[in-house]
């Protein structure tokens, strides 16, 4: 990596702890031959959740089941991702957590499946304590290839605070992860 040979400056050389090129001059109407600029790689992170009713229930709850794909949208790979979903947090919370017992108007619990998917499987680990209140963390330690894909599920009983309510529910879930090269 040297200055190119037509009036160019080192000063824009990149820092390997601002991960940035800045203050590069090059004098109008240059040729920019003999320049070395390297690519300075950006980790990029995706998520979408979607959620689906499966079983109406008699006594007036549901159970929803949620899947959250997590993808890669950089060309390095993705280390120690963690995904996090607060379900008692947003516009229209899910209610209570309850561990176990009866629920009432205004309750959920995460059913015994627990939480699942393609990111636990290869390289994650599942938080098997989720309850989407004290306990957010769906899965950590997921390692992602560039462009690729992984998905998290788990399922909801929720027995909404107002009857035959279905919803909407609205709430995020949150997706962090660190590049290998950036």
Do not use: M, W
């Amino acid at each position: 990596n040297t200055v190119g040979n037509i009036g160019g400056s080192d000063i824009g050389a990149v820092s390997p702890t601002e991960n940035a090129i800045t203050g590069i001059v090059l004098p109008d109407n240059t040729d920019h031959v003999d320049n070395i600029f390297r690519i300075v790689p950006t980790a990029r992170i995706g998520l979408a959740k979607s959620g689906a009713i499966t079983v109406q229930n008699i006594d007036g709850s549901f159970d929803a089941t949620f899947t959250l794909v997590v993808e890669n949208l950089s060309l390095e790979t993705l280390e120690s991702i963690e995904v996090v979903d607060n379900l008692t947090d947003g516009p229209s919370p899910f209610g209570s957590y309850v561990a176990a017992g009866p629920l009432t108007n205004g309750d959920y619990t995460i059913l015994p499946a627990g939480v699942s998917g393609s990111c636990t499987v290869a390289n994650g680990t599942a938080n098997g304590a989720f309850n989407g209140s004290g306990q957010t963390l769906l899965v950590s330690g997921v390692t992602l290839a560039p462009e690729a894909t992984c998905t998290v599920i788990f399922t909801a009983r929720i027995f909404p605070a107002q009857d035959r309510l279905s919803g909407p529910f609205i709430n995020q879930a949150e997706v962090a992860g660190t590049g290998v090269l950036s």
